[in-house]
């Protein structure tokens, strides 16, 4: 979880659910056809369905802002805000193949081990 360092912060004012992208962390890999933008915003709103959580802010970095963005064109009524780091602005053939970088090199090193070497 990119933002580990600020939870803290965040639950004394917000209710917190954090997903990680999947095949990080807790999070199940997905089948590699079903490994989609659309498919991984399905899934969130999914399980944001299953808690009945109807409306909600948005906290992303890096490839989540992809999920981000396809998040609030399918329902941006439910979207109250959102917060984007480190944004990939257009999802292109070089956004689609470093998706495909992450996925298949998260075996080898998993995102978490270069951030938590991060001192602020």
Do not use: C
Not at 55 to 67: A, D
Request: glycine share 4%.
């Amino acid at each position: 979880m990119f933002f580990y360092k600020q939870i803290e912060e965040y639950e004394k004012q917000f209710h917190l659910l954090l997903i990680d992208f999947p095949g990080h962390g807790e999070s199940k890999t997905l089948a590699k056809d079903e490994h989609t933008v659309e498919k991984i915003a399905e899934e969130i709103y999914l399980i944001l369905n299953q808690l009945s959580i109807s409306t909600f802010r948005v906290v992303v970095f890096s490839l989540g802002t992809i999920i981000a963005q396809q998040m609030i064109a399918e329902e941006p009524h439910q979207i109250k805000s959102m917060i984007v780091a480190g944004e990939v602005v257009h999802w292109n053939w070089w956004s689609k193949d470093l998706d495909k970088a992450v996925y298949y090199l998260r075996v080898f090193a998993p995102y978490m081990f270069f951030y938590k070497e991060l001192r602020f």
